[in-house]
């Protein structure tokens, strides 16, 4: 069974920085992309931050110089570093990886920034 776990999460001040991590554990092959998004409270999940096969990054506007995202291949694991977080950064954040034929999501995990 296919799995993701996220980890690195926390409370930190605004100006702070995180590293998240997601581990994709099971039977995984040929990943099309890996991503990440975020549920604030209140609000919609939103899209943050995707890694395509070939090493292609896109963000979205509101962390874009602030987040890079990168991955070790060897190990399946995402990586979503987060600079200069602000509180309306404050969020769950959720990995995703895109599959042929399916999504795999993690559980998530919480970041609060404080102000």
């Known amino acids: 069974q296919e799995q993701l776990v996220e980890s690195g999460g926390g409370l930190v001040q605004s100006g702070g920085s995180l590293t998240l991590s997601c581990a994709a554990s099971g039977s995984i092959f040929n990943i099309y992309a890996m991503g990440w998004y975020r549920q604030a409270p209140g609000k919609q999940r939103e899209w943050v931050a995707t890694?395509?096969?070939?090493?292609?990054?896109y963000y979205a506007d509101s962390v874009k110089g602030r987040f890079t995202i990168s991955r070790d291949s060897a190990n399946n694991t995402v990586y979503l570093r987060m600079n200069s977080l602000k509180p309306e950064d404050t969020a769950v954040y959720y990995c995703?990886?895109?599959?042929?034929?399916?999504?795999?999501w993690g559980q998530g995990i919480q970041v609060t920034v404080s102000s």
């Open positions: 995703k990886l895109v599959l042929p034929f399916s999504e795999i």
């Open positions: 890694m395509r096969c070939a090493g292609s990054t």
